[in-house]
Structure formats: C-alpha cells, structure tokens
C-alpha cells in the first residue's frame, strides 16, 4: 500500500471536521402512541464516514449525557441518496443537496442551529427516526402527522 491509506488513515483529498453548535438544556417529550421519543439537540457534529469502499455523512445529535447517531448517504445511489437529500432539507439544508460528503460538511451553516430529533429505542440502540427545527412548534404537528 502507498503512503497514507493504511487501515485508518483518511484519503488526502477529504478531510474530516468537527462542527458543533451548542444548545439550551435538553428537554424531551415522549410521545407513546407511536412509541417515540421527541429530543431537544444540545450540540451536533458532522463526520465523514466509511464503509467499505463509500462514505456517508454521520451526524452525531448529543441530548444530555447521550448522543445519537444519523448516516445520510449523500455519495450513494438511489433510494439512499433520496432519503438523505430529504433529511438534509428537514435539518435546513439548501438545495440542489451536497454531492460529496465533503460539501456538505463545507455547508454545514445552512443546517438549523436548534434542532429536535425523534428517537426510538431499537434493540440495544436507539434510532433517529425524525428531526427538524425545534423553534417551530407547528413543525412538530408535521412531523408526527407524516
């Protein structure tokens, strides 16, 4: 192998950041009939991830002492690419959406700064089933409606 791609080095050309935004307390509020649970976002971080041989953007939504994690495939093909161009939208993002990973994580200011997620608890971990601006309490009426 050449220079700089042993098992966990980065590719040169895409480079990973950290971007945060903090937050008021977190707050949730259950919501039983659909077994979800609605929380506030305290900070979120935007990564680049790898599997295999393609990378998705994963954002890492911490509540309090918990953090949840979201994979949106913006480099796949598909039904995949569909689905992470909507979650970009929920959380604020502009389109046409990020092609890469990388410029998405370069347009990280178009995403909400206060943001609510809707978590269910799946096996041993918890799944991002929903997010979007919390300022907006009508936005919530939406999500839960949809």
């Known amino acids: 192998m ?3 791609y042993g098992k966990r080095a ?4 895409v480079h990973e950041r950290r971007l945060r935004r903090k937050q008021a307390a977190p707050d949730r509020l259950a919501v039983p009939s659909r077994g979800l649970t609605w929380t506030r976002v305290s900070s ?8 295999l ?8 939504y911490r509540s309090g002492a918990t953090t949840f994690y979201e994979w949106l495939a913006l480099e796949h093909d598909g039904a995949a690419r569909e689905i992470a161009v909507a979650k970009w939208r929920k959380l604020g ?7 890469t990973v ?6 990280y200011k178009e995403l909400h700064t206060d943001i609510k997620i809707a978590v269910r608890h799946d096996g041993k971990y918890w799944r991002v089933i929903n997010s979007g601006p919390a300022a907006c309490g009508n936005h919530l009426k939406q999500l839960l409606s949809s």
Not at 53 to 60: A, G, T
Not at 93 to 99: D, I, N, V
């Open 53 to 60: 041989d393609r990378y998705s953007l994963r954002i890492e």
């Open 10 to 13: 980065r590719l040169p050309y």
């Open 44 to 51: 979120w971080t935007l990564r680049r991830h790898q599997k």
């Open 102 to 107: 990388k410029e998405a994580i370069t347009r």
């Open 2 to 4: 050449g220079r700089g």
């Open 93 to 99: 993002g502009r389109l046409p959406a990020p092609a």
